[in-house]
């Protein structure tokens, strides 16, 4: 901070020094214009200031993990678990910055629990690994509700959504996830689904302004191949011969979500399966 308004506190302090000289030599009224300009711009500058010191005071500082807290990730996040040291401390890093930029709230509770941050922090950073950039654009609160949820917004466990990521509208920085399902995608390691991967998956979809199954920033050449093979596997779900969630059929951009979530939980089955897909997606979440 100091260092941005230095050469503002030079300036004025030469102004403010041109003063006596100008009075000196019969400038009175280039003086009397010196000075005043001079006041004003302090005024504007520490207005300035302490709109941006208020701005920093607001944010809340980055989370840092203790010992019980990475034991509970090695226990419930098996892509955690995988990492190597150097990576698991990346990772911890990134869900300390999530939770000190994100609103999670969770109804029900005036504060949500500590697992249920730690399983939305780790859907972001899990879905986002490998890219350079990992700010999640404009999200700013991720709503969690304890059941499954109806289109109208009713919340039970015979809802038949689980997440989703708003486009416009009023609620378009806000992602909203259905617990249970959150935590069922962590719990189960073989079925290839996890829903906060999956809705973070969309929100790097988003980054480019829409969700329409092209992600932010791939290569010219990979986004021909990816969508012509998107193509391909959607007709093949649609008539039961793929082996990729049948919920990727429903448009492209259910495709890339579906598709991030086997290439995130069960990448070596998903590379089996679906070499091309994997390729593609190994080359897009490749930051190297």
Known sequence: MIKRFGPWVILFVLLLGSIPLLILNDQIGLAKFVGFVTIVGVTIALW?????????????????????????????????????????????????????EIRIT?????KPEKETCFFVASSAVIAYWGLS??????????????????EDGTVDRSGNKQGQVHHGGLIDTTMILSLRALGRGFG???????VGVHE???????????IDGLPHDMDDDDEKIWMQLAEIEIAKIKKGKS????????????????????????????KKQ??????????YFDED
């Open 200 to 210: 973070f998956a969309h929100l790097i979809d988003k980054q480019d302004g829409e």
């Open 48 to 100: 300035i200031w302490r709109k941006q010191t208020a701005n920093m005071s607001d944010k809340k500082p980055r989370v840092i993990l203790n010992l019980n807290d990475r034991f509970w990730f090695e226990r419930n996040i098996p892509f955690y678990k995988k990492l190597k040291n150097t990576d698991r401390r990346t990772f911890e890093d990134r869900i300390g910055l999530f939770l000190s």
């Open 106 to 110: 969770e109804t029900g509770r005036e």
């Open 188 to 194: 189960n390691k073989t079925d290839k689904m996890n």
């Open 274 to 283: 679906h070499p091309r897909l994997y390729d593609v997606l190994e080359d």
């Open 133 to 150: 950039y990992w700010n999640y654009g404009d999200l700013t609160e991720v709503l969690v509700y304890s059941e499954n949820y109806h």
């Open 243 to 270: 082996k990729i969630n049948p919920y990727g059929g429903t448009n492209y951009a259910e495709f890339f979500a579906v598709t991030v979530e086997s290439f995130k939980e069960r990448p070596e089955l998903f």
